[in-house]
Structure formats: structure tokens, C-alpha cells
């Protein structure tokens, strides 16, 4: 019988392909159809740390990291990294929609947005407009800035939700709502093949 994860486990989400790529979408629509691949990414990792201050859940569910160039949303870099093979008939979502093209990222394909919710897509819009204005560089030196960042010394150190959770001044019972949540989500996930 599977074990259940405890409210003494790290908390851990469900990488969720679809939502990531709508995500980004989103931020590369309401720039143009393309954009650095490093800005992409630290919306994205903004846009993982709204969510979780203003819902108790992030909008993908990534894995995050602290890199010599700031937080990183971990699934998706490697996703952008990956060489996608336009022959292959099982390609991922976000190949079939995302490309890079050197150190840019652009939209191939509109995908389906019905994944996210209203208030999410709200929340994408306000911080593409938020950050719309400031390059790359600027959005890395912005998150070493963040709480939750710790120099990786030119490696790369976890950042775990709690410690988001906690630079965003949550509470120890909000912290374990959110795990209580996560727990829930990915046995759900679990039972119902999400």
C-alpha cells in the first residue's frame, strides 16, 4: 500500500506541463511573441512566488532553485534547455508550443488557456505589466534581492516552498495549510490519473 505523505514531509507540488506552458504564453504574448529565455524564467519564478502569497498555491507547480543569476523555475529551464525533436509525433506541450531560438524564447502556437483560472491569468497579466519595462539583468539582480535567495556560490542551492512562504511572512499554520493542500492535490492526482 502506498504511503501518505505526512505533515512532517517537505512540501512538494505536481508539475503541472499544460499550466507552465499557458504561463508562459501569456508573458510572451503580452511581450511581443518573444523575449530572453532568463526573463521568461524569473516571471515565471515571480509569478510562482505571487501565487503563493496570494492563493496558497503556485500556478505550475515547479521546483525552484537558487542559481548565480538569481531563483529559477527548475522544470521549465530545462524544458527551454532541452533540444526538442520537431520529428518526434509524442513531442512534450511545451515543445509544441514554446521554442528558443538561441538565448530567446518565442511562441509557436497558441496554446489552450483554459487551464488557468480567471484570477491566475489576472495575476500573469499584472506582473507581465509590472515587470514589462526591466530586461534580464535587471529582473536578476531584482530576485537576488528576494528573502528566500542564498548565494549558490556558482552551484545552485534548493529553495524549497516553505522558505518562500516564509520570506512572504507567512505563518507556521499557513505554512501547513499549504502542505495540507499539496498533500491532498497529489493524492487526488494520484487516484485520478491528474
Not at 507552465?20 to 518573444?34: D, Q
Not at 500556478?59 to 525552484?64: E, I, L, N
Not at 507581465?128 to 519595462?133: D, I, K, T
Request: aromatic content about 8%; some cysteine.
Amino acid at each position: 500500500m502506498e504511503q501518505r505523505p505526512s505533515a512532517m514531509d517537505p512540501i512538494r507540488f505536481t508539475f503541472d506541463e499544460r499550466k507552465a506552458t499557458a504561463a508562459a504564453a501569456v508573458f510572451l504574448v503580452e511581450h511581443g511573441g518573444r523575449m530572453p529565455y532568463m526573463k521568461l524564467v524569473k516571471l515565471l519564478y515571480m509569478a510562482e512566488r505571487e501565487s503563493l502569497r496570494r492563493h496558497g498555491r503556485p500556478v505550475f507547480g515547479d521546483k525552484y532553485f537558487s542559481l548565480p543569476l538569481g531563483p529559477v523555475v527548475s522544470t521549465v529551464l530545462d524544458l527551454i534547455k532541452r533540444e526538442a525533436d520537431p520529428f518526434d509525433e509524442h513531442r512534450n506541450v511545451w515543445s509544441a508550443h514554446v521554442q528558443r531560438q538561441g538565448w530567446d524564447v518565442a511562441l509557436a502556437t497558441q496554446p489552450d488557456l483554459g487551464c488557468l483560472s480567471d484570477a491566475e491569468l489576472e495575476m500573469l497579466r499584472e506582473i507581465a505589466s509590472v515587470f514589462r519595462a526591466l530586461d534580464q539583468w535587471q529582473l536578476s539582480d531584482l530576485t537576488h534581492a528576494l528573502p528566500e535567495f542564498r548565494d549558490p556560490s556558482g552551484s545552485h542551492l534548493p529553495i524549497s516552498p516553505e522558505d518562500i512562504l516564509r520570506a512572504l511572512s507567512k505563518t507556521d499554520e499557513e505554512v501547513e495549510e499549504v502542505r495540507e493542500d499539496a498533500i491532498e492535490r497529489k493524492h487526488f492526482d494520484s487516484i485520478f490519473g491528474a
